[in-house]
């Protein structure tokens, strides 16, 4: 037989053979089925598998997912742990969970138990998993290429302990974090040396510590999120190139409390965010390179702190409204462009109408740098004597920031 007739005669029988089905079976749980518990059956899955849990309450031990497969809940199927131990555990890649109830994993002092755990995976997925009573929701360790989406993860409040975090990032790449809802944890979002991640329309409230924080964090992206009433609020540490545009940071208040804190962070942008009503709306200690541009700061205690030691950063076009101070430093040698800011304490004026102001602003107020050496002078803040030392200030400034100054403040409110 000649070669072409061997490989026409295989075409006809291959096309005879029927295709194998990739997709894999669907096994289902419930409370009267074959199938009655969760664990069971993904112990019998194949790769590839699609496990459906019906509605119900499941009391389960530990789960071990090694092999690819989706585990999906139809009508909020509850799971409860009945082991002092992590729920769910994944150590294979391409897993999907969704639409699943977690609930009641128990606390540890000497080990970090979570609802779900992710391990040494890629392509994972959490979706819409409403979890409760976990001292951690999700944890990923050493994955990439996951999504977590349109999560509710609530802890047992600031009573608890231990209190863990809510979603735990640690030496994770290319993950996608979005709206998800995160509430009473000790921090809302953690991510510990985490690279090239998108974190969007996340809202996380009444954390103990912080709404979100990250550190050894490079090339994040941060949008649409809200971060509100948390305890510290939001702290980014030891990170670069960092872009964080169009978040809410509100109403963060106490002592120690600041919308965001950014320490030793360089190469960075802040655009279009909004701080309202935090002691601090935003505090730079270390900051490099950082641009600072149409962001909004309406009734915090301090908009701005910018420690003394920050270079090259620069403020533009911000709106600063109703804060007790503007702009404070604790030197005055304070080093930032400072540049095309509505302030709504200038009374300056535009004589050739280009919409900036002919008349330099200087946001710093000398009761600020006072304020910065004896806290306790905040006492005496709606006094005259305050008032008296603002007008001495501007009629003659010989201590607040020479280089802190607005040469071209606006005239209106930019859109």
Same mark, same amino acid.
């Given at each position: ?5 061997v490989?026409?005669?295989t075409?006809?029988?291959a096309?005879?053979?029927?295709a194998?089905d990739?997709?894999?079976?669907t096994?289902t ?8 518990s ?25 789960i ?57 995976v ?14 951690? %929701?999700?944890?990923?360790?050493? !994955?990439?290429? /996951?999504?977590? *989406?349109g &999560?509710?993860?609530?802890?047992? =409040? @600031? $009573? ?14 290319h993950?996608?974090?979005t709206?998800?809802v ?24 009444r954390?103990?510590?912080? %709404?979100l924080?990250f550190?050894? !964090?490079?090339? /994040?992206?941060? *949008?649409? &999120?809200?971060?509100?009433?948390? =305890? @510290? $609020? ?13 978040n809410?940071f509100?109403?963060?208040?106490g ?11 360089s190469?960075?942008?802040l ?24 962001n ?21 076009g911000?709106?600063?409204e ?6 404070a ?9 400072v540049?095309?800011?509505w ?29 910065a050496?004896h ?15 603002d ?6 400034p ?5 280089t802190l100054?607005d ?9």
């Open positions: 037989m000649s070669r072409r007739l490989i026409a005669a075409a006809v029988l096309s005879l053979v029927p194998c990739a997709a894999g079976e096994l749980v419930s409370p009267r089925g074959r199938l009655r969760l664990a069971e059956a993904v112990r019998v899955a194949a790769p590839g598998d699609r496990i459906v849990v019906t509605a119900g309450t499941y009391r389960e031990p530990p071990l997912v090694d092999r690819p497969m989706t585990i999906e809940g139809e009508g909020r199927p509850r799971i409860e742990a009945t082991a002092p131990a992590t729920l769910i555990r994944v150590t294979a890649d391409d897993v999907t969970l969704r639409g699943l109830v977690l609930a009641d994993v128990p606390a540890s002092h000497v080990e970090d138990r979570a609802a779900v755990r992710f391990e040494h890629r392509r994972c997925v959490a979706d819409r998993l409403e979890i409760s009573r976990a001292p951690f %929701g999700l944890y990923l360790s050493e !994955s990439s290429e /996951c999504r977590l *989406t &999560n509710v993860v609530h802890g047992a =409040g @600031a $009573g608890a302990r231990p209190l863990g975090n809510a979603i735990h990032l640690w030496s994770t790449t993950t996608t974090v709206d998800n995160v509430t009473d944890h000790r921090d809302g979002l953690y991510f510990e040396f985490v690279q090239d991640t998108t974190i969007a329309r996340n809202t996380s409230t954390n103990a510590r912080y %709404g924080h550190m050894f !964090s490079h090339r /994040c992206v941060y *949008t649409d &999120n809200t971060f509100r009433r948390n =305890g @510290a $609020g939001v702290a980014v540490m030891y990170t670069r190139e960092v872009t964080m545009t169009r809410v509100d109403d963060n208040r002592p120690s409390a600041y919308g965001l804190l950014l320490k030793d962070i190469d960075s942008r655009e279009a965010n909004h701080f309202g009503d935090n002691t601090v709306g935003l505090l730079i200690e270390g900051g490099g390179r950082l641009a600072v541009v149409a909004r700061f309406t009734g915090n205690g301090w908009a701005v702190k910018l420690m003394a030691n920050s270079s090259d950063d620069r403020l533009e911000n709106v600063f109703r804060n007790a101070f503007d702009l430093t604790n030197s005055r040698s304070t080093a930032a462009t540049t095309g800011n302030w709504d304490r200038y009374r300056g004026y535009d004589l050739d109408r280009d919409g900036r102001g002919d008349v330099p602003f200087r946001p710093v107020r000398l009761f600020s740098l006072i304020v050496s806290p306790p002078a905040i006492i005496v803040m709606r006094s005259a004597f305050v008032d008296l030392l007008a001495a200030e501007r009629a003659l010989v201590l607040t920031p020479e100054v040469v071209r403040p606006l005239m209106g409110v930019p859109r």
